[in-house]
């Protein structure tokens, strides 16, 4: 594939669709965010408003790294804190499907609908990937970004348009694009990252202390296993709990479950074989968060597995 052609067609598309109009997108570092906002840029400029929504659900210090990272770009950020409107829709919820549709509500609705009415945007840019769209449409999971394949209108619904110009590329493709577009490797090498974030990787009801505990496992696996080469590696904190032992004394403890795939584009994905020493490290240091007295590494491809738990 021509990469640079498709750079090219796509600003032209972008720049002939949003006109004189304002747009706006969201940030949230991940591949696919990161080159949407670098085309939307280069297409508009000024014009595109690009935020970054603090949800609660991110990685540690992510919001702030994320808003200096694109700084350093000469791309502005808004930072938005949002934490409380999505802690407070995620409140009593445990069935995965009902979350992500409280946080695709929470975002559209409450965060977006109030964002575009402030800047009076018209359109708004997503990373929506071929592969989000066709596990949605064949009810696999649920992404958070899709809306016209489930036959949702968001111009009618939410006020404004949705641009998706990565929706021909998987994961693969967006990487090209984004060295094509001389992003830093540290944006383009990323490991994925889903849109529900760490309500992804949580399963049961997403509290802020649960937030807490997969945050801090997540700060371990991704330093553990950042030289491992793997195409993606995460932290799941479990819904059961288990008899352990701390300080001599019985504890009723959580369970975190390490994965680590390697994969092209995330339609298929294998477990890799990480060697022993690392997993006991890992084990050790995850099993030393308050909390936490078992660790577990799940060797499940894709299929019959998705990459995320929820």
């Known amino acids: 594939m021509d990469y640079l052609a498709f750079i090219e067609q796509q600003i032209a598309e972008l720049r002939s669709t ?86 695709t509500d929470t975002f559209y609705q409450d965060v977006f609908g109030e964002l575009v009415r402030k800047t009076g945007a018209k359109f708004l840019l997503h990373g929506t990937i071929l592969t989000d769209i066709e596990e949605t449409v064949a009810g696999i999971k649920r992404q958070h970004n899709i809306l016209a394949q489930l ?31 001389g992003m830093p490797e540290s944006i383009y090498r990323r490991i994925p990252f889903p849109g529900p ?54 504890e009723f403890g959580q369970i975190i479950v390490v994965r680590c795939i390697d994969s092209v584009d995330a339609r298929t994905a294998t477990a890799v074989e990480v060697p022993w020493g690392k997993l006991h490290r890992i084990c050790e240091r995850i099993t030393s968060i308050p909390g936490v007295n078992r660790c577990l590494y799940d060797l499940t491809p894709k299929p019959p597995a998705t990459v995320e738990y929820v």
């Open 151 to 181: 036959g949702i209108d968001p111009e009618k619904q939410y006020g404004y348009r949705v641009l998706e110009p990565l929706a021909t590329l998987r994961k693969d493709g967006v990487r090209e694009v984004a060295k094509v577009l």
């Open 197 to 250: 974030a760490l309500a992804a990787r949580i399963v049961g009801e997403v509290t802020e202390e649960r937030l807490a505990t997969v945050r801090a496992a997540t700060v371990v696996v991704e330093e553990e296993l950042a030289d491992s080469g793997a195409f993606q590696y995460l932290a799941v904190l479990l819904n059961d709990f288990t008899t352990g032992i701390r300080d001599g004394k019985r």
């Open 18 to 103: 949003i006109g004189g109009n304002v747009a706006i997108n969201a940030l949230s570092g991940g591949v696919d965010s990161s080159v949407v906002t670098a085309l939307g840029h280069r297409a508009v400029g000024d014009q595109l408003r690009t935020v970054f929504i603090d949800n609660a659900l991110m990685r540690e210090g992510e919001p702030q790294r994320i808003v200096e990272a694109f700084a350093g770009m000469g791309i502005p950020v808004e930072l938005v804190d949002a934490r409380r409107k999505f802690l407070a829709a995620l409140k009593g919820l445990t069935d995965p499907e009902a979350k992500r549709q409280a946080i």
